[in-house]
């Protein structure tokens, strides 16, 4: 089943709630986009981490609330998704969200990732915030039950 190669790793105390029903989400992202569910890790972990990974494998000196490595192969969405607990935590607080919102927000973001989507112009910020809140509606709506 898809949802067998959907696991979530820890390194901090956080625990994401609803994580079933957020694996049966990533099914059906996929599956919309036309492909089938590789091996897909998520670790939640904290901001030193995240930069040292960002500064090792990216070249970036600067904390990030979410790093993609995809592994897809040809039509299987496959990677390792990597979140600062922190970050998510301080842009919750920020946005004014409960922090399982925001993590679910950045759980999607990575996901999207994977799928090909990018954020690196105006429009593309715009195209993969619209997804985010299509598919949060959606988790809400038909998975959160």
């Avoid at 496959?78 to 759980?107: F, H």
Wanted: glycine share 4%.
């Amino acid at each position: 089943m898809a949802c067998q190669k959907i696991k979530i790793f820890y390194d901090t105390s956080y625990r994401f709630r609803g994580w079933l029903k957020f694996k049966k989400l990533v099914a059906e992202l996929v599956k919309s986009e036309g492909k089938t569910v590789g091996e897909i890790n998520f670790i939640i972990t904290s901001d030193n981490y995240l930069l040292t990974i960002n500064k090792e494998f990216l070249n970036h000196n600067y904390f990030t609330d979410v790093i993609s490595f995809n592994y897809n192969s040809e039509n299987n969405i496959s990677g390792e998704i990597y979140i600062s607990e922190d970050t998510v935590r301080k842009n919750s607080s920020e946005y004014n969200v409960p922090v399982n919102n925001e993590m679910l927000r950045v759980m999607l973001h990575g996901i999207l990732h994977l799928a090909g989507y990018n954020d690196e112009t105006e429009t593309e910020k715009q195209e993969m915030r619209h997804l985010e809140d299509k598919w949060i509606t959606f988790f809400f709506e038909n998975c959160a039950n």
